[in-house]
């Protein structure tokens, strides 16, 4: 055994932080819709795209159990509201091991254990306490891990890019202020003493559709055919997303932290969204996730400019469009799956496919700022009962919203609560989208460029001059 043994450690002291680490692509399992299929039948599906990995945002049971003997690892979620409670009970972490780790593992590839979602994130309304609770947290969880003699399983925390007080240039990438000595030292002290990962949710999609004047979407969907160089560091950059990840390295290298792993948690592009959000399509959407996959599953790995050669175990948001979950169309639309298990595009999660092997993709078109006039109206398919209370709302908010579909004016005929409801919707939202009113009622409502209006009866619009 020696004699074998000791040229592989050999080989592990030159090229280990890579070697332990699987290149094989993730795939985030939400589960926040309505119609989406079993867990079994999702673990199958995850099998034929390939995945090497799933990311869930709890310890679902019936989804660990479906992954038993499956070769995929796994990575499991504490929920937000637990941490505080945790930090302060030993045998309430414990219990959480021993409810939702051991009796998976080791036949479900337990790998990761992510401590809270997003906790820094402001609209996570996330009571500032469990920042500070955090760590003492994930040493507690830590510990009932090794009580089971459980040494294989990494303990992290999600963060988006916005626990980041600046980006750019990448060099200049610092942590928040109210955030970086209590919370971030901290942490990656815990994340670098336990050879964890920082895990990132990083997203190109969002920097580009807030700038697109100043920001390439050739760059951003990792065309290569520009580049950036950070005039500090001389880092020469070709897409955006490596431009996110080193400002966290710089960020964290500020704290001390220079050598403490990336995971991408989540990233992705949405492939469809609302008429006022530009870049939403499947054209966009399956050429960033493909050159993603071909990029992170690269022989060599690449890494970043300023960690070139490392392996960023890397996990793609989202296995499907999820249906109920609210805000603007991208958050229901960033699926590789359709709820039905059909692919939304051909996608290569081995990153081995050429691009010309694909099939064509249709063509993008609002990868232009759309320019016009857009209703707010009742979406196919709404549930008739709940127009009722809508409106009601609609109507409530702002000044005279509803008066035209009051008897005797001009909307009010032909009496029709659909068109009624598509009068408040409308209304409301001509008020109210620039104070950030949405166009969705709970999935009553969608956004439409074609005039609702019938005779005399005019509806309110939302007018875009790109
Ligand atoms: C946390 O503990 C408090 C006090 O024991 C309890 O009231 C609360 O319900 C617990 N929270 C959760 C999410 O279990
Ligand atoms: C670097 O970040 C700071 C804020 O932390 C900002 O004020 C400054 O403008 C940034 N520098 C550049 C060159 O963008
Ligand atoms: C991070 O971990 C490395 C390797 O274990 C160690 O040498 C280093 O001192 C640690 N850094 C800090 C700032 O604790
Ligand atoms: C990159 O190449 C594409 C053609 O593949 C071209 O349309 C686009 O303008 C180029 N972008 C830049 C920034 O040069
Ligand atoms: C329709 O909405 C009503 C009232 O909000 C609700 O009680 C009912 O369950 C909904 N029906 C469906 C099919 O979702
Ligand atoms: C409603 O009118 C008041 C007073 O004129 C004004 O301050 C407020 O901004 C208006 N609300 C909207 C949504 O336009």
Same mark, same amino acid.
């Given at each position: 055994?020696? %004699?074998?043994?000791?040229?592989?450690?050999?080989?592990?002291?030159?090229?280990?932080?890579?070697?332990?680490?699987?290149?094989?692509?993730?795939?985030?399992?939400? &589960?926040?819709?309505?119609?989406?299929?079993?867990?079994?039948?999702?673990?199958?599906?995850?099998?034929?795209?390939? #995945?090497?990995? /799933?990311?869930?945002?709890?310890?679902?049971?019936?989804?660990?159990?479906?992954?038993?003997?499956?070769?995929?690892?796994?990575?499991?979620?504490?929920?937000? &509201?637990?941490?505080?409670?945790?930090?302060?009970?030993?045998?309430?972490?414990?219990?959480? /091991?021993? %409810?939702?780790?051991?009796?998976?593992?080791?036949?479900?590839?337990?790998?990761?254990?992510?401590?809270?979602?997003?906790?820094?994130?402001?609209?996570?309304?996330?009571? +500032?306490?469990?920042?500070?609770?955090?760590?003492?947290?994930?040493?507690?969880?830590?510990?009932?891990?090794?009580?089971?003699?459980?040494?294989?399983?990494?303990?992290? %925390?999600?963060?988006?890019?916005?626990?980041? &007080?600046?980006?750019?240039?990448?060099?200049?990438?610092?942590?928040?202020?109210?955030?970086?000595?209590?919370?971030?030292?901290?942490?990656?002290?815990?994340?670098?003493?336990?050879?964890?990962?920082?895990?990132?949710?990083?997203?190109?999609?969002?920097?580009?559709?807030?700038?697109?004047?100043?920001?390439?979407?050739?760059?951003?969907?990792?065309?290569?055919?520009?580049?950036?160089?950070?005039?500090?560091?001389?880092?020469?950059?070709?897409?955006?997303?490596?431009?996110?990840?080193?400002?966290?390295?710089?960020?964290?290298?500020?704290?001390?932290?220079?050598?403490?792993?990336?995971?991408?948690?989540?990233?992705?592009?949405?492939?469809?969204?609302?008429?006022?959000?530009?870049? #939403?399509?499947?054209?966009?959407? #399956?050429?960033?996730?493909?050159?993603?996959?071909?990029?992170?599953?690269?022989?060599?790995?690449?890494? %970043?400019?300023?960690?070139?050669?490392?392996?960023?175990?890397?996990?793609?948001?989202?296995?499907?469009?999820?249906?109920?979950?609210?805000?603007?169309?991208?958050?229901?639309?960033?699926?590789?799956?359709?709820?039905?298990?059909?692919?939304?595009?051909?996608?290569?999660?081995?990153?081995? +496919?050429?691009?010309?092997?694909?099939?064509?993709?249709?063509?993008?078109?609002?990868?232009?700022?759309?320019?016009?006039?857009?209703?707010?109206?009742?979406?196919?398919?709404?549930?008739?009962?709940?127009?009722?209370?809508?409106?009601?709302?609609?109507?409530?908010?702002?000044?005279?919203?509803?008066?035209?579909?009051?008897?005797?004016?001009?909307?009010?005929?032909?009496?029709?609560?659909? +068109?009624?409801?598509?009068?408040?919707?409308?209304?409301?939202?001509?008020?109210?989208?620039?104070?950030?009113?949405?166009?969705?009622?709970?999935?009553?409502? /969608?956004?439409?460029?074609?005039?609702?209006?019938?005779?005399?009866?005019?509806?309110?619009?939302?007018?875009?001059?790109?």
């Amino acid at each position: 055994m020696a %004699t074998t043994l000791f040229p592989l450690f050999f080989l592990c002291l030159l090229a280990c932080t890579n070697a332990e680490i699987s290149k094989k692509m993730g795939v985030n399992y939400g &589960q926040l819709g309505n119609n989406l299929p079993s867990p079994s039948r999702s673990i199958e599906l995850i099998k034929s795209l390939k #995945a090497g990995r /799933v990311k869930l945002y709890d310890a679902n049971p019936d989804i660990l159990k479906a992954l038993e003997g499956t070769n995929i690892h796994v990575s499991i979620m504490v929920p937000n &509201q637990l941490i505080s409670n945790i930090s302060s009970s030993q045998s309430l972490a414990n219990e959480w /091991v021993r %409810t939702n780790v051991v009796p998976f593992y080791p036949k479900t590839l337990i790998r990761y254990l992510l401590v809270g979602n997003e906790i820094f994130s402001f609209y996570s309304d996330q009571d +500032r306490q469990t920042w500070y609770d955090l760590v003492q947290a994930m040493r507690r969880l830590k510990y009932s891990l090794k009580i089971h003699s459980i040494r294989n399983i990494k303990i992290g %925390t999600t963060a988006a890019m916005d626990v980041l &007080q600046s980006s750019f240039p990448p060099s200049n990438g610092t942590f928040r202020s109210d955030i970086s000595i209590p919370v971030m030292k901290p942490l990656l002290q815990f994340l670098n003493r336990t050879k964890s990962y920082f895990f990132l949710d990083a997203y190109p999609y969002f920097p580009w559709s807030g700038d697109t004047t100043n920001i390439n979407l050739d760059y951003a969907l990792f065309k290569g055919n520009q580049t950036y160089t950070d005039p500090r560091s001389g880092l020469t950059y070709t897409n955006l997303l490596d431009q996110m990840l080193d400002s966290v390295i710089f960020a964290m290298t500020k704290l001390g932290f220079p050598n403490v792993r990336l995971v991408i948690a989540e990233t992705g592009w949405p492939n469809a969204g609302d008429v006022d959000q530009i870049g #939403a399509n499947i054209f966009n959407a #399956a050429t960033y996730n493909r050159n993603l996959i071909r990029r992170m599953t690269s022989k060599p790995a690449i890494g %970043t400019p300023a960690r070139p050669g490392v392996v960023i175990p890397t996990f793609i948001f989202a296995l499907y469009n999820e249906n109920q979950k609210g805000g603007p169309g991208t958050e229901r639309h960033w699926g590789l799956l359709n709820p039905d298990g059909t692919s939304v595009y051909e996608v290569d999660l081995t990153g081995k +496919r050429p691009e010309f092997d694909y099939k064509p993709l249709p063509a993008p078109l609002n990868n232009e700022p759309y320019k016009g006039k857009i209703w707010c109206v009742v979406a196919r398919g709404a549930n008739r009962t709940a127009l009722g209370s809508a409106i009601k709302y609609a109507c409530g908010q702002g000044n005279g919203t509803c008066e035209e579909i009051r008897p005797g004016s001009d909307c009010y005929e032909p009496v029709s609560l659909v +068109r009624h409801a598509s009068y408040a919707f409308s209304s409301y939202w001509a008020q109210f989208r620039k104070f950030g009113g949405t166009c969705y009622f709970n999935g009553l409502a /969608v956004q439409t460029t074609k005039d609702p209006g019938h005779g005399s009866c005019k509806y309110p619009s939302v007018t875009l001059s790109g």
